[in-house]
């Protein structure tokens, strides 16, 4: 035991003093941070709908805008636009009626405006921009004007009352939602988001132990090592360390965004709800699960990394279990639109993949405390399991150079020694 401490605090020294790892997390923490806390600072109200700079709304501010409001042209050779309908369904744009269709085409490609609508009939119209961009749908707001104006004419013609009719066919409807248990929906995006940063917790520390593991055979520093210390002690040193810096590292960056979030969740005006404002319960769950499954695949990296002695062959000895975890990402992902089928019932209590099923369950559909125990208790079991495995194949790899093992070849010499 005095050896894996010695093991274990020699590794998190190399991973806290590594000027990389911890310059990477303070530079992403404050980008994250940074991001969050814009606007205070920054007019983003176009973007979050929120009239908020530093807290207050400056009405010099509030006047500068107004002032840059985009120019609309409209020419009517039908005789059915009606402005005001115009200025109620495009209420943040100016518009001018133009005095013939050369006009209008000439003031927007010479880029007065920014669009215009030459009207041509009562169901027709072209539409000019000089640059259209992705989320331009002014056409469609137009179409409805277009249709408004035509219920509008026919309604006067045939001497009808349009707003009865219409009240008559969009009688409001009063809904109260009683959600009893989970809203799928609105738990689905931040779900999303844990399983994707648990991949990536796995993925990038997985291949970062198996290459220290690597490059301590491939330079020769295993021989020295293992006459001091066992290769138990050293594979779960070297897996333990890499959970904490994991752990620590993720933690950090969620914990600043998660944090800054809540403080500034007013100034977004909640948009952001959906990603970053996870229940308590999700979160402990993620964090007794995703550990969970980092030390898992970390054992299995580990020993991985032994069955190589040159580091550009960790790729074709580490490619079967990437296999498995893409694959399982994959499902995972998949499932959560069915959160309560049978597929994802049996991956939440499958080690490989509990550890994203099983909290995405808790977070959007119906699990029993049994399960989330049961689950727990053979990931547990499973991490044991294979920590015993890793470090026996560790043992066995550490001082065999040459070609990389195969895991087949390794399993067979396991059983042979047995």
Excluded at 181 to 188: A, L, V, W
Excluded at 218 to 229: G, H
Excluded at 258 to 269: A, P
Excluded at 340 to 347: F, R, S, W, Y
Aim: net charge negative; proline share 2%.
């Amino acid at each position: 035991m005095k050896r894996f401490w010695i093991v274990l605090k020699y590794e998190l020294k190399e991973y806290f003093t590594n000027k990389v790892f911890m310059g990477l997390t303070v530079v992403l923490v404050v980008l994250g941070a940074a991001a969050l806390f814009l606007p205070r600072f920054v007019d983003m109200s176009g973007f979050t709908g929120v009239q908020v700079v530093g807290d207050k709304e400056d009405d010099s501010t509030q006047d500068s805008q107004q002032g840059e409001r985009p120019l609309f042209l409209y020419a009517d050779e039908a005789g059915v636009v009606q402005p005001q309908v115009l200025g109620e369904m495009f209420p943040d744009v100016d518009w001018q009626e133009a005095d013939s269709a050369d006009a209008l085409r000439s003031l927007v490609e010479n880029q007065e405006a920014q669009a215009g609508f030459l009207v041509t009939g009562a169901t027709q119209y072209e539409y000019y921009v000089y640059n259209k961009g992705m989320t331009d749908h002014n056409t469609a707001v137009f179409d409805q004007a277009m249709k408004l104006f035509y219920r509008m004419q026919y309604s006067q013609q045939k001497g009808w009352d349009l707003g009865e009719i219409t009240a008559m066919y969009d009688v409001p409807v009063t809904v109260t939602e009683q959600i009893l248990n989970k809203d799928s929906g609105s738990n689905y995006w931040y779900c999303y988001v844990l399983v994707i940063i648990v991949f990536m917790l796995i993925v990038y520390y997985g291949q970062m132990i198996a290459v220290s593991v690597t490059s301590e055979k491939s330079n020769r520093a295993i021989e020295v090592l293992v006459t001091s210390t066992s290769p138990n002690s050293l594979l779960f040193g070297k897996v333990i360390a890499g959970a904490i810096g994991g752990v620590f590292q993720m933690g950090v960056i969620l914990g600043a965004i998660l944090l800054s979030y809540r403080v500034n969740r007013e100034q977004w005006g909640g948009m952001l709800d959906m990603f970053l404002h996870i229940p308590g319960e999700v979160l402990i769950a993620f964090a007794f699960f995703g550990l969970g499954g980092y030390l898992f695949y970390a054992f299995l990296f580990g020993a991985m990394g032994a069955l190589v002695s040159k580091t550009e062959d960790i790729s074709k000895s580490v490619s079967g279990l990437m296999v498995v975890v893409m694959i399982v990402y994959f499902f995972s992902l998949m499932q959560l639109m069915n959160i309560d089928g049978p597929i994802i019932k049996v991956l939440s209590f499958l080690p490989i993949s509990s550890y994203s099923t099983m909290f995405a369950r808790v977070a959007m559909g119906s699990v029993a405390a049994w399960e989330i125990v049961v689950s727990f208790l053979i990931l547990a079991a499973s991490i044991a399991g294979t920590g015993i495995l890793g470090a026996k194949l560790y043992r066995m790899g550490t001082l065999r150079y040459g070609n990389p093992i195969k895991i087949g070849t390794a399993l067979k010499d396991l059983r042979k020694s047995d």
